[in-house]
């Protein structure tokens, strides 16, 4: 249907097509936006009755840094599996972050890990600290991981 046809069935609440009259509920309109444009990647759009919904849903770097965040407790957790700990085993954990590959991603990690500390904390109820902290404590596992 052409734009003035829908914008009639609208105004008028029905429609005669191809001999047919159609009225009330036999026709749903679904408001869209032109997916060819260059900014449709951008959005995601969805349409109830006659409102357009547009969601910018391009990643700010708070979302990145925060999944960065959940793949380190992620990874605790898997370690502690690994290592046969019980979730309610107390523990340390400590982690060291190799600067001599890459110096800039090793500083956006650390970076990472130190503004969501109390997220990670909270997230595996233990306590996270930097391996090049003075605690001496037993070693149950260890993993390297890029």
Same mark, same amino acid.
């Given at each position: 249907?052409?734009?003035?046809?829908?914008?009639?069935?609208?105004?008028?609440?029905?429609?005669?097509?191809?001999?047919?009259?159609?009225?009330?509920?036999?026709?749903?309109?679904?408001?869209?936006?032109?997916?060819?444009?260059?900014?449709?990647s951008q959005?995601?759009?969805?349409?109830?009755?006659?409102?357009?919904?547009?969601?910018?849903?391009?990643?700010?770097?708070?979302?990145?840094?925060?999944?960065?965040?959940?793949?380190?407790?992620?990874?605790?957790?898997?370690?502690?599996?690994?290592?046969?700990?019980?979730?309610?085993?107390?523990? +340390?954990? +400590?982690?060291?972050?190799?600067?001599?590959?890459?110096?800039r991603?090793?500083?956006?990690?650390?970076?990472?890990?130190?503004?969501?500390?109390?997220?990670? +904390?909270?997230a +595996?109820?233990?306590?996270?600290?930097?391996?090049?902290?003075?605690?001496?404590?037993?070693?149950?596992?260890?993993?390297?991981?890029?």
């Amino acid at each position: 249907l052409t734009d003035s046809q829908l914008k009639e069935y609208v105004k008028n609440g029905e429609i005669d097509i191809a001999g047919h009259k159609l009225s009330g509920t036999d026709l749903k309109l679904i408001y869209t936006f032109d997916q060819n444009s260059s900014i449709s990647s951008q959005y995601e759009a969805h349409s109830d009755n006659d409102v357009l919904i547009l969601l910018d849903v391009t990643p700010d770097q708070s979302m990145l840094d925060e999944g960065v965040a959940r793949e380190v407790v992620n990874r605790i957790q898997r370690l502690r599996k690994k290592a046969g700990l019980q979730p309610t085993e107390n523990i +340390t954990v +400590t982690y060291e972050i190799d600067a001599a590959k890459d110096k800039r991603k090793a500083a956006y990690l650390q970076s990472v890990v130190q503004n969501y500390r109390d997220y990670i +904390t909270d997230a +595996t109820k233990q306590p996270i600290s930097s391996s090049d902290s003075s605690l001496n404590l037993p070693l149950i596992i260890n993993e390297e991981m890029e």
